[in-house]
Antibody, heavy 119, light 107 residues
């Protein structure tokens, strides 16, 4: 059974940092693009970042580029999102997801972890 | 950046109805279009990939069509469990994915 489990969310002050983790099981992690998607309270879905199978390619939405860093550890079947200089508009549920078919779609999602940026 | 526009933003329907949701891309995305269903407090669920491919386990009352810039999700014989919010997503510009604004299907 494919499973993706996020952790690391919580309350952080503006300007602070947080590291999200995504632990996976039930599939061959190294063969998939992996991504982070977020959803602000009451809003729609927003792609945040993607990482290629071997970690050689990383891409970010403009609003987080330079502040967030995506990484993966294929030996641990895990993915991470290092978030720095957090702002109030980063408040959202962050989902870890698997992206097959060359990263063109998303077939499995984690349950999400809430990040709240507030003083 | 490719923009995705869904319509309507919400609709009211009854059990047994046929429902159609549209998604328009700001440029040609060929067939790289997916549809998701999301219920409150839950992660999205993939319904359709590559514009018309039915994901494994998804009921056949869900169907997708379109190519280029205009796409449609159709739910035939709407069931109580289908009341949810639906999102389209383009994968042409992968890995930079973009989603539509969502369509809430209400009773």
């Amino acid at each position: 059974e494919v499973q993706l489990v996020e952790s690391g969310g919580g309350l952080v002050q503006p300007g602070g940092s947080l590291r999200l983790s995504c632990t996976t099981s039930g599939f061959t992690f190294i063969t998939y693009w992996m991504i982070w998607v977020r959803q602000a309270p009451g809003k729609g879905l927003e792609w945040v970042a993607s990482i290629k199978q071997d970690g050689s390619e990383k891409n970010y939405v403009d609003s987080v580029r330079g502040r967030f860093t995506i990484s993966r550890d294929n030996a641990r079947s895990s993915m991470y999102l290092e978030m720095n200089s957090l702002r109030a508009d980063d408040t959202a549920v962050y989902y870890c997801a698997r992206a097959p078919r060359g990263g063109t779609t998303i077939d499995f999602w984690g349950q999400g972890t809430l990040v709240t940026v507030s003083s | 950046d490719i923009q995705m526009t869904q319509s309507p933003s919400s609709l009211s329907a009854s059990v047994g109805d046929r429902v159609t949701i549209t998604c328009r891309a700001s440029q040609n995305i060929k067939g790289y279009l997916s549809w998701y269903q999301q219920k409150p407090g839950r992660a999205p669920k993939l319904l359709i990939y590559a514009a018309s491919g039915l994901e494994t386990g998804v009921p056949s009352r869900f169907s997708g069509s379109g190519s280029g810039t205009d796409f449609t999700l159709t739910i035939s014989n709407l069931q109580p469990e289908d009341f949810a919010t639906y999102y389209c997503q383009q994968g042409y510009d992968t890995p930079a994915l973009t989603f539509g604004g969502g369509t809430k299907v209400e009773i």
